[in-house]
């Protein structure tokens, strides 16, 4: 079983138990992952144990005792709530896919530019974290274009409402960005901003 999107809505619905869901995506790992598997045959060895997850436990076997329903199962107003999470954050990602799109076939001269005449845009977690990536992909090769691209990271987060830029993942995303730029200035043989 892979852990899909609609594996996890079944969770949500009630409809698979997340005691079943674990079950299984745990399975697929130590299947799928020479190192998973590594690891947990040699607990399982070192226990004794014939399964570290249990697909049926009971109460004096020391296994995962399964959740009654109305613990794990979600009101269908939860699923709403979470349906237009999941649609709002798709939305987002796809207009920061057009954003970096567009931001990618300038020069770093025009994305200065459009930024500094871009008055709603560019101000999305996605839109950040895509721009590390693609600043990522272009060490070594294009540091100047690596530098810049990092370089509007922190432009992105400041036109963020405050409360997000002062979130913890805000904060590590412009370290890793100052990071990532100094980095590809001092490949390019140019001083960086700072230690």
Request: glycine fraction near 4%; charged fraction near 30%; proline fraction near 7%.
């Amino acid at each position: 079983m892979h852990l899909s999107l609609d594996a996890s809505l079944s969770v949500c619905r009630g409809e698979l138990s997340p005691a079943h869901l674990l079950r299984e995506a745990h399975r697929h790992l130590v299947e799928e992952c020479p190192d998973c598997r590594r690891e947990w045959s040699a607990a399982r060895e070192a226990t004794g144990a014939e399964t570290l997850f249990p697909l049926r436990s009971s109460p004096g076997a020391g296994g995962l005792r399964p959740l009654p329903a109305e613990r794990w199962r979600w009101r269908p107003s939860d699923l709403t709530a979470r349906l237009e999470l999941l649609s709002r954050l798709r939305e987002e990602r796809r207009r920061a896919r057009a954003d970096l799109a567009r931001l990618l076939r300038q020069t770093p001269a025009g994305r200065q530019e459009t930024f500094r005449t871009a008055r709603t845009r560019f101000a999305s977690p996605a839109l950040a974290e895509m721009l590390l990536e693609a600043s990522r992909e272009r060490l070594p090769s294009d540091t100047a274009d690596a530098a810049n691209l990092a370089g509007l990271v922190p432009e992105v987060l400041a036109r963020m409402p405050r409360r997000q830029q002062d979130a913890e993942w805000a904060r590590t995303l412009a370290a890793q960005a100052t990071a990532q730029r100094d980095e590809a200035l001092r490949i390019a043989g140019a001083p960086a901003a700072g230690d």
